[in-house]
T-cell receptor, first 114, second 112 residues
Framework: DAGVIQSPRHEVTEMGQEVTLRCKPI?????LFWYRQTMMRGLELLIY????????DSGMPEDRFSAKMPNASFSTLKIQPSEPRDSAVYFC????????????FGPGTRLTVT | QQQVKQSPQSLIVQKGGISIINCAYE??????FPWYQQFPGKGPALLIA?????SEKKEGRFTISFNKSAKQFSLHIMDSQPGDSATYFC???????????FGTGTRLKVLA
């Protein structure tokens, strides 16, 4: 069974450009999480969805960040406009409702904003 | 109250030694405590997890010790191997929320 799929794996963009990161969760999983990882701040939860509905977006840093989950097999995280401080590795994870609460992480997207 | 404090930040252990990583939390509503292992260029992966109704859980060379009264839990890696060199994250979640609060991570290096 395929794990969580993220694309692209690497993204280099210039400041001010729009960036869209994509995630396909594990089939059948009800929860989807977006994290950001940096050396300074570690792993931060940005937003998570249950059954395609955003449940908690309190970690989204600014209005420049938005996330959508139009269906059970696809989610996007968009940054518009991007800034150099957005450079980080962005992970998507998914989980199955009913426990045991394990989150399965994708390989991440390394974003560099110049 | 939402923080999970992890120490040390980095750890160097000789092959065959014991690696110990500690975490502390404040929120007594947390009821699930996983440890994740992350290799460079990869996403974190669940290593072992514990609930507060037990004081210890062992899986192979990995053991979680849990002290509910002190609000602390730790990961012990017995007979540490170079292949265990990775970053380890503790986390906590509350009552079925599926939302983790992660510790800041410990970079472990096991010398051959």
């Amino acid at each position: 069974d395929a794990g969580v799929i993220q694309s692209p794996r690497h993204e280099v963009t210039e400041m001010g450009q729009e960036v869209t990161l994509r995630c396909k969760p594990i089939s059948g999983h009800d929860y989807l999480f977006w994290y950001r990882q940096t050396m300074m701040r570690g792993l931060e939860l940005l937003i998570y969805f249950n059954n395609n509905v955003p449940i908690d977006d309190s970690g989204m840093p600014e209005d420049r960040f938005s996330a959508k989950m139009p269906n059970a097999s696809f989610s996007t995280l968009k940054i518009q406009p991007s800034e150099p401080r957005d450079s980080a590795v962005y992970f998507c994870a998914s989980s199955l409702a009913g426990g045991p609460y394990e989150q399965y992480f994708g390989p991440g997207t390394r974003l560099t904003v110049t | 109250q939402q923080q999970v404090k992890q120490s040390p930040q980095s750890l160097i252990v000789q092959k065959g030694g014991i690696s110990i990583i500690n975490c502390a939390y404040e929120n007594t509503a947390f009821d699930y405590f996983p440890w994740y292992q992350q290799f460079p260029g990869k996403g974190p992966a669940l290593l072992i997890a514990i609930r507060p109704d037990v004081s210890e859980k062992k899986e192979g060379r990995f053991t979680i010790s849990f002290n509910k009264s002190a609000k602390q839990f730790s990961l012990h890696i017995m007979d540490s191997q170079p292949g265990d060199s990775a970053t380890y994250f503790c986390a906590a979640s509350r009552g079925g929320t599926y939302k983790y609060i992660f510790g800041t991570g410990t970079r472990l290096k096991v010398l051959a």
